[in-house]
Nanobody, 123 residues
């Protein structure tokens, strides 16, 4: 499975961005998917995840209420709507496909990763 992430960019604090991730094949539709992010010198951290049915979703506490994850099974896409962005949201954002049907907050549970898309939030 190959993942192509897009939608990153430069935005002012309080603004919005939508990230998209397209999987190369529908195999990913049977698996949980998630967004992670990483800044220089820090561990990659879980942002949001969704189970294979596109139902149950979970968020990091730092983004709860501001970010919304969604997926289109037929189009093999995963999206992340980010509102009220803060400078601390600045990071390289990665989409990932889990080994199982459910998302996880742990990196080791993911088999495939996209190349990352950069989000920069200015104050």
């Amino acid at each position: 499975v190959q993942l192509q992430a897009s939608g990153g960019g430069l935005v002012q604090a309080g603004g919005s961005l939508t990230l998209s991730c397209t999987a190369s094949r529908r195999t990913a539709s049977n698996n949980g998917m998630a967004w992670f992010r990483q800044t220089p010198g820090k561990e990659r951290e879980f942002v949001a995840g969704m189970n294979w049915r596109g139902g149950d979703a979970g968020y990091a506490a730092s983004v709860e209420g501001r970010f919304t994850i969604s997926r289109d099974i037929l189009k093999s896409t995963l999206s992340l709507q980010m509102n009220n962005l803060k400078p601390e949201d600045t990071a390289l954002y990665y989409c990932a496909v889990a080994r199982k049907s459910f998302y996880s907050r742990r990196q080791m549970e993911y088999a495939y990763w996209g190349q990352g898309t950069l989000v920069t939030v200015s104050s």
